[in-house]
């Protein structure tokens, strides 16, 4: 498999990009990855790595970087030559199997756009993320990729995110919910009434449980919640935010608790926050793009970095693509 990776994506580039790359060729001799970066930025830190592992790695130079505060459409226009979108352009040719970037998220989604790379019968890529539960864990999509959704949009999320479910959280029949201001039916405004309707009369590939409440999130209520993109990347940030108040006040409290046992209550928070920590899951898939797209947090390090190089390696192997073409498919035919 071969990857193209953002080198100069991410608040720290290029070093933990170039170290999560340097990781996961050690653990895979299969793999290929194509650092898409400024080659005299990159090349130094290649420098002192195993030459068994750069000979895997293929550094292709770019002149200009999208910063994270800069508007993507316009970043995107007037920087032609930018990692994110050679990357994509290299996804676009073949030449790479899947994308994986930290850079600013609205010019990594609005670059895919821009390729038309997308799978047979989606209408438009949504980006699903997996969060942490008192059940376990559930995916919410969309969160970012598309905040001006039509119900067809969020029927095919669920479909997708489904699927998602099923395949990295091996959960054989998925709950499938809609995320509204309340569960009974003809809550929210059109767009939910009508998509609450169309999962209701359409297959989905799990059980579909209505409509969610946001507490519900976190309660476990459902294995995937279904939102347009400007309500599921509010949720994700306000949890994000959340969880680090929470994990501060909750650890100085235990702390000034336990006077003499200070010292374990601060390794079991620790153990606690890394369990939650968004560097294990490495980042959020852009489903319905032929190819795989992993999206990072701008904050990444290494680790991350390596297992979102994982993580799309995972998504390769278990076709995901050809079972949202084959299900999108099935729906057409019993709808037409």
């Given at each position: 498999?071969r990857?193209?990776l953002?080198?100069?994506g991410?608040?720290?580039?290029?070093?933990p990009?170039?170290?999560?790359?340097?990781?996961?060729?050690a653990?895979?001799?299969?793999?290929?990855v194509?650092?898409?970066?400024?080659?005299?930025?990159?090349?130094?830190?290649?420098?002192?790595?195993?030459?068994?592992?750069?000979?895997?790695?293929?550094?292709?130079?770019?002149d200009e970087?999208?910063?994270?505060?800069?508007?993507?459409?316009?970043?995107?226009?007037?920087?032609?030559?930018?990692s994110?979108?050679?990357?994509?352009?290299?996804?676009a040719?073949?030449?790479?199997?899947?994308?994986?970037?930290?850079?600013?998220?609205?010019?990594?989604?609005a670059?895919?756009?821009?390729t038309?790379?997308?799978?047979?019968?989606?209408?438009?890529?949504?980006?699903?993320v997996?969060?942490?539960?008192?059940?376990?864990?559930?995916?919410?999509?969309?969160?970012?990729?598309?905040?001006a959704?039509?119900?067809?949009?969020?029927?095919?999320?669920?479909?997708?995110?489904?699927?998602?479910?099923?395949?990295?959280?091996?959960v054989?029949?998925?709950?499938?919910?809609?995320?509204?201001?309340?569960?009974?039916?003809?809550?929210?405004?059109?767009l939910?009434?009508?998509?609450?309707?169309?999962?209701?009369?359409?297959?989905?590939?799990?059980?579909?449980?209505?409509?969610?409440?946001?507490?519900?999130?976190?309660?476990?209520?459902?294995?995937?919640?279904?939102?347009?993109g400007?309500?599921?990347?509010?949720?994700?940030?306000?949890?994000?935010?959340?969880?680090?108040?929470?994990?501060?006040?909750?650890?100085?409290?235990?702390?000034?608790?336990?006077d003499?046992?200070?010292?374990?209550?601060?390794?079991?928070?620790?153990?606690?926050?890394?369990?939650?920590?968004?560097?294990?899951?490495g980042?959020?898939?852009?489903?319905?793009?032929?190819?795989?797209?992993?999206?990072?947090?701008?904050?990444?390090?290494?680790?991350?970095?390596?297992?979102?190089?994982?993580?799309?390696?995972?998504?390769?192997?278990?076709?995901?693509?050809?079972?949202?073409?084959?299900?999108?498919?099935?729906i057409?035919?019993?709808?037409?």
């Open positions: 498999m990857i193209a953002d080198a100069m991410g608040d720290y580039a290029p070093a990009n170039v170290e999560g790359a340097l990781a996961v060729l653990d895979n001799p299969e793999l290929e194509l650092l898409v970066g400024n080659e005299p930025q990159v090349e130094p830190l290649l420098a002192e790595a195993d030459s068994a592992l750069t000979q895997r790695i293929k550094l292709i130079h770019t970087a999208i910063g994270m505060d800069e508007k993507p459409t316009e970043a995107l226009r007037k920087k032609p030559n930018n994110i979108a050679v990357c994509w352009q290299l996804m040719e073949k030449n790479v199997d899947a994308v994986v970037s930290a850079g600013n998220t609205g010019a990594v989604v670059a895919g756009l821009r038309r790379l997308f799978l047979k019968g989606v209408k438009r890529p949504g980006i699903a997996t969060l942490p539960t008192i059940k376990g864990r559930s995916i919410l999509m969309d969160v970012g990729a598309n905040p959704a039509r119900p067809e949009h969020l029927l095919q999320y669920a479909i997708m995110g489904g699927l998602f479910a099923r395949e990295m959280l091996q054989d029949s998925p709950r499938i919910g809609l995320m509204n201001i309340g569960s009974e039916d003809g809550k929210g405004n059109d939910y009434r009508e998509s609450h309707s169309l999962m209701q009369t359409t297959p989905l590939c799990g059980a579909y449980v209505g409509n969610v409440e946001g507490r519900g999130l976190y309660q476990g209520e459902a294995d995937v919640l279904v939102c347009e400007f309500v599921g990347n509010v949720v994700l940030k306000v949890s994000e935010g959340m969880a680090e108040f929470m994990m501060k006040m909750v650890g100085h409290t235990l702390l000034e608790s336990l003499q046992e200070k010292e374990l209550a601060g390794q079991a928070m620790q153990q606690l926050a890394q369990k939650y920590q968004y560097q294990a899951a980042g959020a898939p852009l489903l319905g793009i032929d190819g795989t797209c992993i999206i990072c947090h701008g904050s990444s390090d290494s680790r991350a970095i390596a297992n979102a190089l994982r993580v799309s390696e995972t998504l390769n192997d278990r076709n995901l693509n050809d079972q949202i073409v084959e299900h999108l498919a099935e057409k035919l019993e709808q037409s």
